[in-house]
């Protein structure tokens, strides 16, 4: 019987800015570091309250996963922003929109008034995006 | 961007000035900040600001300050640094007051936690192939070559 989700994987152009975007934009927090050789790592985050569950910020380039070609298309494909990764949830979603705004988040939609609740959809800095929605997709989001 | 207004969802003004007050605690956490320096960067009176960053928050902006210290004192500890440069440099005046912070909110003490990250970075460091899934080792032809000895710390 499957029991939980453990790891994922993001595909990131560049590590370390994907880093810097997860863990000093997102608040995420590092699980792994593990310098794996040249040029390598094993890079996993967690969103702040949910720390069983890991993404790796995987790097696309060419290496034995991907060849050149593929490594090109894919990153293709995440700059143009067709990778949606997941839906976040938040306790406020306007204040969390102001404080990922603040730090030059870049949205795609602003919170929103859904028929199914409030939602907004911003990039990462490789490209994926994310919808935002309140904890509860029932709540209308504004708490004050 | 879509052409959505940002000033079209309720009461913006207020969610600007409070997403305000937790950034200003955010960056200035280590400085001798207290409620009259943070609502005043709100531009609220205390209690009104205190009763809006609850609402936000599910915290007070005290509560939220002590925790973000301890956390960047978690992160300090992790870098090697002593106890007492994790305990100053974040803010404390006294080691007795963030020793017991500490333990309250992390659950261990501040040398119990550096211990057991040392104890665990240097298992990692010796067999980083057991903290991999390894579907991700081989993906990642890290199961080809386990020779890590050169890998810095």
Redesign the interface.
């Known amino acids: 019987m499957i029991t939980k989700m453990n790891v994922t994987t993001i595909h990131v152009i560049d590590q370390e800015r994907a880093y810097d975007f997860y863990i000093n934009k997102l608040g995420f927090k590092l699980v792994n570091d593990i310098p794996m050789g040249p040029d390598s790592r094993w890079l996993t985050v967690s969103p702040p309250e949910q720390p069983d569950l890991q993404l790796g910020l995987f790097p696309v380039k060419e290496s034995k996963m991907f060849t050149k070609e593929v490594a090109d298309n894919l990153i293709d494909l995440i700059q143009k922003g067709i990778f949606g990764c997941g839906v976040l949830t938040c306790n406020d979603i306007y204040a969390t929109y102001e404080e990922l705004k603040a730090k030059g988040v870049e949205f795609i939609k602003a919170p929103t008034k859904e028929f199914y609740g409030t939602q907004a959809l911003f990039k990462d800095d490789s490209g994926n995006f994310f919808s935002l929605q309140p904890l509860n997709n029932f709540d209308k989001g504004d708490k004050i | ?2 052409n ?3 000033e079209e ?4 003004y ?3 000035r ?3 007050a ?2 200003y605690i955010d960056s200035n956490y280590a400085e001798r900040i207290g409620i009259d320096n943070i609502s005043d960067e709100a531009h609220f009176s205390k209690y009104h600001f205190i009763r ?1 960053f609850r ?4 915290t007070t902006p005290h509560q939220y300050l002590k925790n973000v210290r301890i956390m960047r004192a978690q992160q300090i500890l992790k870098e090697g640094k002593s106890i007492s440069d994790a305990c100053f440099s974040v803010g404390f005046d006294s080691l007795s007051s963030f020793s017991g912070l500490f333990k309250k909110i992390i659950g261990q003490s501040p040398s119990s936690y550096a211990k057991q990250y040392r104890n665990i970075s240097k298992e ?1 460091s010796r067999t ?1 192939l057991a ?3 390894s579907c ?1 080792t081989y ?4 199961l080809e ?1 386990r020779n ?1 000895e ?3 710390e």
């Open positions: 961007m879509n959505i207004s940002t969802y309720p009461k913006v207020l969610y600007r409070i997403v305000q937790k950034l809006l609402e936000i928050y599910g990692i980083p903290y991999i899934p991700f993906q990642h032809g890290w070559n890590f050169d890998v810095e």
